[in-house]
């Protein structure tokens, strides 16, 4: 069973529009979430982390966790083509193994 | 903060010839570090959970004795990449746990390593 499941896209925005990746997530003891993106042929690197339910914001990226109903995202507001990259939700795993999906494709469109 | 390094970035290196890459956490404790492979157009995919001062964890289908991973500190571990072939062609990468073991708060974060691109011949 995979820890959380996201949609591969690609996702395609045009830029300055506000890109939505969204993150569902099965463990309920799940507490807290990372977002990563990775650009092609690079590694990961992160960008977000969120803690407690709400939301979470840092420049144009806003993190959402909502408990109840399991699902983290990640708002991307005014895209730019410099954020088109793969990303990547992960539960915070209390330092054990995090078994990473295949991440969104985010295409924007200049 | 939270700076994780690789080294070497880049490696080409003929069939049978074994490889060593180096993990340094630059600014924190990392009881904890995970070194992936990923193929192009594919998933990170975990390859080992390595933990300071004792042996490394292995994912199913990964051969312990090829990949030999060694962890002797709190800031290095090192993949060993023995009698390498073209299918071991791939990015490795290593992550790091901050842990917070230098005094400041655990948030159990990993931090990536910019990653090993290996070509074998």
């Known amino acids: 069973q995979k820890e959380v499941e996201q949609n591969s896209g690609p996702l395609s925005v045009p830029e300055g529009a506000i890109a939505s990746l969204n993150c569902t997530y099965s463990?309920?003891?799940?507490?807290?979430f990372f977002w990563y993106r990775q650009y092609s042929g690079k590694s990961p690197e992160l960008i977000m982390s969120?803690?407690?339910?709400g939301d979470k914001e840092d420049g144009r990226f806003t993190a959402q966790l909502n408990k109840a109903s399991q699902y983290v995202s990640l708002l991307i507001r005014d895209s730019q083509p410099s954020d088109s990259a793969t990303y990547l939700c992960?539960?915070?795993?209390?330092?054990?193994?995090?078994?990473f999906g295949a991440g969104t494709r985010l295409f924007v469109k200049a | 903060g939270a700076v994780v390094s690789q080294h070497p970035s880049r490696v080409i290196c003929k069939s049978g010839t074994s490889v060593k890459i180096e993990c340094r956490s630059l600014?924190?404790?990392?009881?904890?570090m995970f070194w992936y492979r990923q193929f192009p157009k594919q998933s990170l995919m975990l390859m080992a959970t390595?933990?300071?001062?004792?042996?490394?964890?292995?994912e199913q289908g990964v051969e312990k004795d090829k990949f030999l991973i060694n962890h002797a500190s709190l800031t290095l571990s090192t993949l060993t990449v023995t009698s390498a072939h073209p299918e071991d062609s791939s990015f490795y990468i290593c992550?790091?746990?901050?842990?917070?073991?230098?005094?400041?708060?655990?948030?159990?974060?990993?931090?990536f390593g910019p990653g090993t691109r290996l070509t074998v011949l």
């Open positions: 463990d309920r003891g799940s507490q807290s």
């Open positions: 969120i803690y407690s339910n």
């Open positions: 390595s933990n300071e001062g004792s042996k490394a964890t292995y």
């Open positions: 600014d924190f404790q990392a009881t904890t």
């Open positions: 992960a539960p915070n795993t209390g330092g054990f193994k995090t078994i």
């Open positions: 992550s790091a746990r901050d842990g917070g073991l230098a005094g400041g708060p655990s948030t159990d974060t990993q931090y």
